[in-house]
């Protein structure tokens, strides 16, 4: 007998018969089954943002089934999946939606212990047609415009440094674009995560980043006056107020008598949504040019944006920001910010060529444009 068969027989004879666990169905193999604890740990697995999606999403198919005579699950069919995608897509919802609740399904499938389940075979090939024919219609899928330094001034002269609100949201505006903070990573900020390191330098921790591959979080160095000013008037507000210990958040809801509202049951001052409101209002208070496409996101994207009015190439701005895994999205970024310098995106002998070509120069004797 082994070691770990003589351990298992010993561990039986100590078991009291009262205290046995519950018998497993015979035609169940207990090494398919989960324990509590490991259920447990999966239905609060992944981020806390990334999970609220996936319920949010979840609880959206479940009253979709409730309302078709349907059981969601877990485990869902193949068949309650494909059917309400149709459903999305026949109210035209854009495509990421039902892209979204696929993958909001299947993952609830698995931290019930039910992996690669549904089958989404059938559903993608919905989802595939409704985004073609979303583009096809000249919808597209819409980004959130960058908030550069230009957009970011605008929308600083409607944040007034003498009310609470003011300052709070001239914080965020500023922190966002500087540390290229998500809305949930803003929401997470702690006072305790600014450091004021001399009197024209604070370091900002971010202690939580999606792109992260550890738990360590991320530091920023912030040497604007601007923001420096600002950091600090808020944080003197915060003192006035009792509302200055280091484990607070540093974001909090103002109400309309400019009253200081309470940390949320997760510790937050203001949520990711919270703050992604607020920037759409600040935006269309300010008038800005694009207030109809701005979200919280938009400031993640305002320093590639400019770096790339600066004429930084994609790889040089990821290298610089180091927030972003892939050039390919700071090369969208980069692009904006050309164009709105009024600059072309193409370069080198390509650029050169076609920008020789104007309607009012006479070709010269080799057939070139003469753009002297």
């Known amino acids: ?111 019930a212990g039910h992996e690669d389940t549904p089958d989404t075979a059938a559903a993608l090939k919905i989802y595939q047609d409704h985004r073609y024919a979303w583009a096809a219609s000249g919808k597209g899928q819409r980004s959130s415009a960058p908030i550069d330094l230009e ?81 600090r008037a808020w944080l003197t507000s915060l003192k006035e107020a009792g509302q200055a210990d280091p484990s607070l958040p540093l974001l909090r809801s103002v109400d309309m008598w400019g009253n200081l509202g309470p940390a949320n049951a997760s510790g937050q001052g203001l949520t990711r949504q919270a703050i992604n409101n607020l920037v759409k209002s600040i935006a269309k208070t300010a008038e800005v040019d694009v207030a109809d496409a701005v979200t919280a996101h938009g400031l993640r994207a305002g320093v590639p944006t400019d770096l790339g009015a600066a004429e930084y190439s994609a790889a040089e701005i990821k290298d610089i920001t180091g927030d972003w895994a892939s050039t390919e999205m700071v090369e969208r970024y980069r692009k904006v910010g050309l164009r709105r310098a009024g600059k072309r995106t193409d370069e080198g002998r390509r650029a050169s060529a076609l920008s020789m070509l104007r309607i009012n120069a006479a070709p010269d004797g080799d057939g070139r444009t003469d753009q002297s």
């Open 1 to 111: 007998m082994t070691g770990t068969e003589l351990d298992t027989v010993v561990e039986a004879e100590l078991v009291d018969d009262n205290d046995r666990l519950p018998a497993v169905p015979a035609h169940v193999d207990i090494n398919d089954t989960l324990t509590d604890e490991a259920a447990e740990d999966l239905a609060n697995s992944g981020r806390e943002n990334t999970r609220q999606t996936y319920e949010d999403q979840w609880k959206a198919f479940a009253r979709w089934c409730a309302a078709n005579g349907r059981i969601p699950g877990p485990p869902t069919t193949s068949k309650n999946l494909a059917s309400y995608i149709s459903h999305l897509r026949r109210k035209d919802a854009p495509p990421g939606t039902l892209r979204l609740a696929i993958t909001s399904v299947r993952h609830m499938n698995a931290r």
């Open 151 to 231: 957009r970011l001034r605008q929308m600083l002269t409607v944040c007034s440094p003498g009310t609470l609100a003011g300052q709070r949201n001239r914080v965020l505006l500023l922190l966002g674009y500087y540390i290229r903070g998500r809305a949930s990573e803003l929401a997470a900020l702690r006072i305790s995560d600014l450091e004021f390191v001399s009197a024209s330098l604070v370091v900002v921790h971010k202690r939580v980043s999606k792109n992260d591959k550890s738990s360590d979080g991320r530091e920023y160095e912030v040497d604007d006056p601007d923001t420096l000013a600002a950091l």
